[in-house]
């Protein structure tokens, strides 16, 4: 596909269950970037890959959170033991530099959106 | 924690009107981004912008930097209602890509 794609679009899960989002960034590109958007406000970064390496997850808000992008494509972001609070839109960008070089843009996928009841 | 202030919450105008937003750091930033995000979807930048007192225009949107760099602004003129959308502005502090976002202006432009 032209763009990123993001599986599922909605997620309802009942709390205390796991689950699996999966982003498909657009192909070539080596930075992929997963957010979190609360309603209402604007996204804020979870973590960020260059390839397959993990280099930053400082804004992962806790050890329920765990993303990997093993092949240095697709990635996965799991929640384990799902929260009320984790209720929220979670995107992912990809871009096709290795760093934040001025003018390389993201591209963001549509978001899936999860509810936890 | 967002650094970045986004003023107002919410705009609602008639087709045809002019309208500004804006976006507010204490802090410096050696580029600002402005993104519309439209319902179901995820945010596309608009304009990045880098030099202080930078002005760029994008058909009827004008977007501006302040002289110091901790400010932006977006000028729409004569808006339409394919405007509508939730602007949001974001910076990158770190400077590789971890880009920090306001909380959005919501903009309504009705016919």
């Known amino acids: 596909g032209a763009g990123v794609s993001q599986s599922p679009r909605y997620k309802v899960a009942k709390r205390g269950q796991d689950v699996a989002l999966r982003c498909d960034p657009i192909?070539?590109?080596?930075?992929l970037f997963w957010y979190q958007q609360a309603l209402g406000q604007g996204p804020e970064f979870l973590t960020y890959f260059q390839n397959e390496a993990q280099l930053d997850k400082s804004g992962l808000p806790s050890d329920r959170f765990f993303a990997e992008r093993p092949e240095g494509s697709v990635s996965t972001l799991k929640i384990q033991r799902t929260q009320q609070e984790d209720s929220a839109v979670y995107l992912c960008?990809?871009?096709?530099?290795?760093?934040?070089?001025?003018?390389?843009?993201?591209?963001f996928g549509p978001g899936t959106r999860l509810t936890v009841l | 924690t967002q650094l970045l202030e986004q003023s107002p919450q919410f705009l609602s105008i008639q087709e045809g009107e002019n309208l500004t937003v804006y976006c507010n750091s204490s802090s410096v930033f050696s580029s600002l981004q402005w993104y519309r995000q439209e319902p179901g979807e995820g945010p596309v930048l608009l304009v990045t912008?880098?030099?202080?007192?930078e002005v760029k225009k994008l058909k009827r949107l004008t977007f501006q930097f302040g002289d110091a760099r901790k400010d932006s602004s977006l000028h729409i003129t004569a808006a339409q209602p394919g405007d509508t959308g939730l602007y949001l502005c974001a910076g990158d502090p770190d400077s590789w890509g971890k880009l920090q976002f306001g909380a959005g202006t919501q903009v309504v432009v009705t016919p």
């Open positions: 912008v880098v030099t202080g007192g």
């Open positions: 192909s070539g590109h080596v930075s």
């Open positions: 960008a990809s871009s096709w530099g290795e760093s934040g070089r001025l003018g390389d843009t993201q591209y």
